[in-house]
């Protein structure tokens, strides 16, 4: 089976262990669903500038990226990613209707295909993870007082998308089918979704949606920047137990396996799965992209959807033994408890950083 049909089986099987097929019972569910403003964990550190560091700058995981975020030439990016939006009709016919529909919008080809499977990212991290970042972030803004949430919101979202999108064009100025197809269908369809009631109402009940964002940090002196990530978590009941859940973790990392629910509402979490550590170009032509997967693991810790600390071993070339990330109010020097992160580069050293409550940090490491 490939790997995008895998993805596709296991998410299929978290909604059928949560009954998607069934409407929820109750007509009432309690306010807030996704931010619940706790002071401790990864939700202390969620803000919008945290969103648009760990969305925007997520794909810097991968192998090839360049993290030297203060050299990059963002205007050659922007450029293209703006122009390919703006003539979607010249971007899409550029790259082919067809082959548009089969690979990016329909689930019709798998990662086997040259450029196939791109799919299954636009439905998981576009269109249920980025609509429902949409609704947390309305919260958030809610909570703080802060006038037009909806509309603030939606341009957090759409800025950390895309300037996601930015990163990921590079210098290319081919015509970029693949932004153009986030953007303009499953970012915006993802919002609207999302606006349902009864969509929120499934995430938030049945199935518990939320996101485990890393902690970016400025790494000194080098100006890369480090840790920033963006995965989403979904759980679902298993049956004939209260105490254990499916547990899925997606983004750039894929892992499957088991939540224990305990007593004092804190959860431990396991999976295992695959990481994409590169994402090589499969069609010079079209600027089409395929992945290269490897063997990731991870435990993880939190306290009602709030991570508290998670540790896990992949097989990046700079990231292959541990990659630690403990977040504030798990320890404390005094009366302060900031976030703290170590990795270990597979050519030795160690790289570390501190964050403060909001989610912001600087590290030290080896140059990369």
């Known amino acids: 089976m490939s790997f995008g049909r895998l993805r596709a089986a296991a998410l299929l099987a978290v909604c059928i262990a949560a009954g ?57 990016g922007a450029r293209n990613v703006w122009h390919s939006v703006a003539h979607a009709d010249a971007t899409f016919r550029f790259y082919g209707y067809g082959r548009a529909v089969r690979s990016e919008w329909l689930p019709l080809t798998t990662s086997g ?15 249920l993870g980025g609509g429902m970042i949409s609704v947390r972030m309305a919260e958030w803004f809610e909570q703080h007082h802060v006038p037009h949430p909806e509309l603030l919101s939606f341009a957090t979202l759409m800025t950390s998308h895309y300037l996601n999108e930015i990163i990921e064009n590079g210098s290319s100025t081919i015509p970029n089918e693949d932004a153009t197809t986030d953007l303009l269908l499953f970012d915006l369809g993802g919002i609207a979704l999302w606006r349902l009631d009864a969509v929120q ?8 949606l939320t996101n485990w964002p890393g902690q970016p940090s400025i790494d000194l002196p080098s100006g890369t920047l480090e840790n920033a990530r963006q995965q989403f978590i979904l759980r679902a009941p298993l049956p004939w137990t209260r105490d254990w859940k499916l547990f899925y973790d997606f983004g750039l990392s894929t892992l499957l396996g088991a939540s224990r629910q305990l007593a004092n509402g804190d959860a431990w979490s396991a999976g295992v799965g695959v990481d994409a550590i590169d994402n090589p170009i499969v069609d010079p032509r079209s600027g089409a992209k395929g992945a290269t997967l490897r063997f990731k693991g991870g435990i993880f810790y939190d306290r009602r959807g709030s991570l508290l600390w998670s540790a896990l071993a992949g097989s990046r070339s700079d990231v292959a033994v541990v990659d630690l990330n403990v977040y504030p109010g798990v320890l404390r020097v005094g009366a302060v408890s900031p976030g703290v992160w170590l990795q270990l580069p597979r050519n030795g050293g160690v790289r570390l950083g501190v964050t403060t409550s909001w989610g912001l940090g600087v590290g030290h490491g080896p140059e990369r």
């Open 20 to 76: 998607c097929a069934r409407p929820p019972v109750s007509d009432t569910a309690p306010a807030p669903r996704f931010y619940f403003g706790s002071t401790v964990g990864s939700e202390a550190q969620f803000n919008p500038a945290t969103e648009i560091l760990n969305e925007g700058f997520d794909v810097l995981r991968s192998n090839s990226q360049d993290r030297h975020v203060f050299d990059r030439n963002y205007a050659i």
């Open 113 to 127: 295909n040259t450029g196939g499977g791109a799919w299954v990212p636009n439905y998981e991290y576009h269109l």
């Open 201 to 208: 109402r499934l995430f938030s009940g049945p199935l518990q």
